[in-house]
């Protein structure tokens, strides 16, 4: 099983527990966020799904209580460091 789909299949059965996730962005920094995997607000940007199977959009649980908007991020499985819900963590 590849990074991505073990990713992938660790936050389908988080259902919609809170999922943290640390990964490194493309320019080398370490970002957190936490989302809801449920979160069916919708996306905003073009609204055309990704070609990239593992880049994985969501709203970024933190920014979206404090702003209310802009809060949708992307990020991709294969740069993860750690992912963690319903007290299970994953350490890359």
């Given amino acids: ?5 073990f990713i992938r299949q660790f936050i389908a059965q ?5 999922t943290s996730v640390r990964f490194v ?3 080398g920094t370490v970002r957190s966020l936490q989302f809801n995997p ?7 940007g ?3 799904p990704s070609k990239k199977p593992n880049i994985i ?5 933190t920014i979206a ?17 750690s992912i963690k819900t ?4 994953l350490v890359f």
């Fill in 25 to 27: 962005k493309a320019d």
């Fill in 14 to 18: 988080a259902g919609s527990s809170i």
């Fill in 86 to 89: 319903k007290g299970c963590s």
């Fill in 57 to 61: 959009r969501c709203r970024d649980f």
């Fill in 46 to 48: 073009t609204g055309a």
């Fill in 1 to 5: 099983m590849t990074k991505t789909a």
């Fill in 65 to 81: 209580r404090r702003n209310g908007q802009g809060a949708w991020r992307s990020f991709d499985c294969e740069r993860v460091i």
């Fill in 38 to 44: 449920k979160d069916t607000q919708e996306v905003k």
